[in-house]
């Protein structure tokens, strides 16, 4: 094989990249990887081993825009279904069209927030928060690091609101990861309700 990214992906047994998805998601959602690897179903030295040899390091994805993840994604699901490992091409295929939807939705609501005025004002000034907490990168990155951070709750087994409040019918899980420092508390403790809404809640629901 003289493809690089073939060769590279070659090497891990088939079905592990399913796992890598799990790993990558839980790095970039804020898990240590002791509790990455615990989602996976790996070892803490073995998830560190992947995050290594693929360049999904916690700093990589930090350093990371969208897009270039979007095209990441895109070309480990070519790469994948070139060796004719369908089930994770398709898991990676899925990555890239939930990033090209998110991408296309940003693109809409900016041309609108264009025409409307300050009806978007919430939102951008939220996203404007949230991206000033990345290395890099704006309001795209930090709709899909939102996006990304309240998914990982759903996962989790928790009920969202469309203000973003979070609850857990059978209380809160060990697992879950750490709020993010673009919140102003837990999503399942809000005790400041107008607080909540005029830094949150106002911004999620148009989101």
Same mark, same amino acid.
């Given at each position: 094989?003289?493809?690089?990214?073939?060769?590279?992906?070659?090497?891990?047994?088939?079905?592990?990249?399913?796992?890598?998805?799990?790993?990558?998601?839980?790095?970039?959602?804020?898990?240590?990887?002791d509790k990455a690897?615990?989602?996976?179903?790996?070892?803490?030295?073995?998830?560190?081993?992947?995050?290594?040899?693929?360049?999904?390091?916690?700093?990589?994805?930090?350093?990371?825009?969208?897009?270039?993840?979007r095209a990441r994604?895109?070309?480990?699901?070519?790469?994948?279904?070139? $060796?004719?490992?369908?089930?994770?091409?398709?898991?990676?295929?899925?990555?890239?069209?939930?990033?090209?939807?998110?991408?296309?939705?940003?693109d809409r609501r900016?041309?609108?927030?264009?025409?409307?005025?300050?009806?978007?004002?919430?939102?951008?000034?939220?996203?404007?928060?949230?991206?000033?907490?990345?290395?890099?990168?704006?309001?795209?990155?930090?709709?899909?690091?939102?996006?990304?951070?309240? $998914?990982?709750?759903?996962?989790?087994?928790?009920?969202?609101?469309?203000?973003?409040?979070?609850?857990?019918?059978?209380?809160?899980?060990?697992?879950?990861?750490?709020?993010?420092?673009?919140?102003?508390?837990?999503?399942?403790?809000?005790?400041?309700?107008?607080?909540?809404?005029?830094?949150?809640?106002?911004?999620?629901?148009?989101?």
């Amino acid at each position: 094989m003289t493809d690089p990214l073939i060769s590279l992906l070659d090497q891990m047994p088939i079905g592990r990249m399913l796992a890598v998805r799990v790993v990558e998601t839980g790095l970039r959602t804020g898990l240590s990887y002791d509790k990455a690897a615990a989602k996976a179903r790996v070892s803490k030295t073995t998830a560190a081993e992947w995050a290594a040899l693929l360049g999904i390091r916690k700093k990589n994805l930090a350093a990371e825009t969208t897009e270039m993840r979007r095209a990441r994604h895109a070309s480990w699901a070519l790469a994948l279904a070139e $060796l004719g490992r369908m089930d994770e091409a398709a898991a990676w295929e899925t990555e890239t069209r939930r990033l090209e939807t998110t991408l296309s939705r940003i693109d809409r609501r900016a041309a609108v927030s264009d025409v409307v005025g300050d009806f978007y004002a919430a939102p951008k000034a939220f996203l404007a928060k949230v991206a000033g907490t990345l290395e890099s990168g704006g309001a795209m990155d930090a709709w899909a690091v939102v996006f990304d951070y309240f $998914l990982s709750l759903r996962t989790l087994g928790a009920a969202l609101a469309e203000d973003g409040k979070a609850t857990w019918p059978e209380g809160v899980p060990d697992a879950v990861p750490p709020t993010p420092p673009w919140l102003p508390c837990d999503p399942w403790a809000v005790e400041d309700e107008d607080a909540w809404e005029a830094e949150v809640g106002a911004a999620v629901r148009l989101l």
